[in-house]
């Protein structure tokens, strides 16, 4: 009935504007975490059910509010649900100049658009109706070419995506949407990192930066500002070193950018570690399906890399979540020290493993260790040991059945199993 509703209010939203984009963000979902809002819409959702707790800018502040549901405080699916409500009712009423809700109401960069392959008879078609071109680009080595079009003064970005799909029928054209991390960091003291006999093996992770380091191989920013070193990534890094990873290549898509962590800086993300010969690449991000994204990652397992990524942390009940859903990426949940998958995990459109995700911790800012939980510390632990097993040669269907080999405790519930479940122990 529900559903019924929405559709039927949603195709008349200068009449019912709250309420559709209301029905938009529980339909979609939005995002897991992050430090974004959306423009120029704040105002319909003042009223959302009580007051909202204001997050910081920072990517470290974002994560707070799902600390909570991660530990138990948020029992139930629709307490979940709630809480993703109210964190996007936040972004909505912040950085109203930088990201807008597209035409699903998700979150993306604002008053730009994409447009996949543009030819000049596309480029001319969108010229004449008030789009200005931004940048024409490619992926690196990928063959994939883009245009990043600036969306006519006035227009809010979901109509402008409509209109420019009217007029150029059959170019893909699609919103730059946020994607955001899926797991939270606390920090509780000093420590000193272990660090067990390294098991070999490259692994890239696309998130923020992280500081200089013996293992941390190269370093990139794709976003501006950057690259700034942030919680959740350092504690990522932390856990590849921690679970033997001996060489760990960094792109940071978030940088000082408001915008960050958008479609685009993770395809270019994607070319460059490409480039840099990465064999198997770590997306702890979450958010909605792209077309460019997904051009992206086809073309680089094509040429042979694995990516693994967290399937998120708003519940069973959420929309399936992307990265992990595409095709052919190693989607990831994560675990508690009881084996047990944890209550908040997401869902992907497959399940290939399970690996620890929660009851570990990883070492932080400034030397710190911190308590993790989320399945943003499952994916890299994945990454770890398919990177390993990748040092006996092979391409990824032979590391996958190695990777088969040895996982544990297959069920609905953990895809093939459950991997590196001792690297708890040496983190």
Request: with cysteine; charged share 15%; aromatic share 4%.
């Amino acid at each position: 009935m529900w559903n019924k509703t929405r559709n039927k209010m949603c195709k008349a939203p200068l009449k019912w504007p709250r309420l559709c984009l209301l029905a938009a963000l529980l339909a979609t979902g939005g995002g897991v975490r992050a430090q974004i809002s959306l423009p120029n819409a704040g105002r319909g959702l003042d009223g959302v059910e009580g007051a909202v707790d204001r997050l910081g800018n920072r990517l470290g502040d974002a994560t707070a509010p799902l600390t909570n549901a991660a530990t138990g405080a948020l029992g139930t699916l629709g307490q979940l649900a709630d809480a993703r409500l109210n964190r996007l009712g936040d972004f909505l009423r912040s950085h109203r100049n930088t990201v807008e809700a597209d035409d699903t109401g998700q979150p993306a960069r604002a008053h730009e658009v994409l447009l996949l392959d543009p030819d000049a008879a596309a480029l001319s078609g969108a010229t004449l109706v008030g789009y200005k071109l931004i940048e024409q680009g490619d992926l690196d080595g990928l063959g994939i070419t883009y245009a990043r079009l600036a969306t006519p003064q006035g227009t809010s970005l979901a109509n402008a995506l409509r209109q420019l799909r009217h007029i150029l029928p059959g170019k893909e054209i699609s919103a730059d949407q946020i994607h955001f991390p899926s797991g939270a960091t606390r920090s509780t003291g000093s420590a000193a990192p272990t660090a067990p006999a390294p098991r070999g093996g490259t692994v890239g992770i696309i998130d923020g930066g992280v500081p200089p380091g013996p293992r941390i191989a190269a370093q990139n920013a794709f976003a501006s500002g950057g690259p700034v070193p942030n919680p959740h990534a350092e504690a990522i890094a932390s856990l590849l070193a921690g679970a033997g990873t001996a060489h760990i290549v960094v792109a940071d898509v978030y940088g000082r950018d408001p915008a960050g962590g958008n479609a685009l800086a993770i395809a270019r993300a994607l070319a460059w570690m490409a480039g840099q010969r990465v064999s198997v690449v770590s997306i702890s991000l979450v958010g909605p399906a792209n077309p460019l994204l997904a051009k992206a990652i086809g073309s680089v397992q094509a040429r042979g890399m694995i990516v693994t990524a967290a399937v998120g942390n708003d519940g069973a009940a959420a929309p399936p979540a992307f990265p992990a859903s595409y095709t052919g990426v190693v989607a990831v949940t994560g675990v508690d020290g009881r084996g047990q998958v944890l209550f908040e995990a997401g869902r992907a459109s497959h399940l290939d493993y399970a690996a620890p995700g929660a009851d570990l911790t990883a070492i932080g800012a400034g030397g710190k260790l911190q308590h993790l939980r989320g399945t943003s510390f499952a994916a890299p632990l994945v990454a770890a040991r398919l990177a390993a097993l990748g040092q006996a040669g092979g391409g990824a269907s032979a590391i996958l059945q190695r990777a088969d080999s040895e996982a544990t405790d297959r069920n609905r519930r953990t895809g093939r199993g459950i991997l590196c479940a001792s690297c708890r122990k040496g983190i």
